[in-house]
């Protein structure tokens, strides 16, 4: 578990992310390699779900990685060059990399759909920014900065905690939306925004009582 973390991690600071800090904006490092988040998300999931049932001694690890990067490329529409993810790992070969593809795909039984709390939580916090309207009823210039800048800040750092959930195994137990409402759930527990309306309230109104019950319970 702690292994595919690590390795986990890699794929996120190979890209640029780093990791999520609660008492810092989030920040990016110097990419070794540009890919959509999307098709970084979806090689992360591929990189897990492969280990699953296969061990990183009968396949190396740096080598499915950057496998995960070019399959997730073709799964996501996203043209990723051979040359560019060598450059990750130069002990590795364009041969290597399209034969561990092979493996994956056996691995994954074929099935690459992938599914991810980051859309969920767009979706959630754009349908917030309707949903606020009607409580937001001042004039003050002032406060509608804050509203905005709060609103700024609250879906950067959501996404930077989904970013850091995503290494874990989480997001193989738990559905997106889950994952997404809870992230929510906790930043908005902070009380660090400054909102027309809480998101809890939010939440609240959009799902039905048995729903959020399972949240707050746990």
């Known amino acids: 578990k702690l292994l595919i973390e690590y390795y986990c991690r890699l794929m996120q600071l190979t890209c640029g992310i780093i990791s999520y800090n609660i008492d810092s904006n989030d920040s990016i490092a110097a990419p070794l390699i540009n890919i959509r988040w999307r098709t970084l998300a979806t090689a992360i999931e591929f990189f897990k779900r492969f280990y699953l049932n296969n061990s990183m001694i009968g396949y190396d690890p740096r080598i499915i990685m950057l496998s995960s990067y070019f399959l997730a490329g073709k799964v996501e529409h996203t043209y990723i060059k051979l040359a560019d993810i060598l450059k990750i790992y130069d002990k590795c070969n364009e041969k290597d990399i399209l034969d561990h593809e092979e493996f994956i795909l056996k691995g994954l039984g074929y099935e690459l759909k992938v599914y991810h709390p980051l859309n969920c939580n767009h979706t959630l916090i754009s349908d917030y920014k309707l949903y606020s309207q009607q409580y937001n009823t001042t004039t003050d210039t002032s406060i509608q900065k804050k509203y905005q800048s709060s609103m700024t800040q ?41 909102l027309p309306v809480t998101i809890t309230s939010y939440l609240n109104n959009r799902f039905p009582q048995h729903v959020m019950d399972i949240f707050q319970s746990d």
């Open 154 to 194: 609250l879906q950067n750092k959501s996404n930077s905690y989904i970013n850091t959930i995503q290494i874990s195994l989480i997001t193989l137990i738990y559905t997106p939306l889950t994952i997404a409402i809870s992230s929510l759930l906790y930043l908005d527990s902070l009380n660090e925004y400054e």
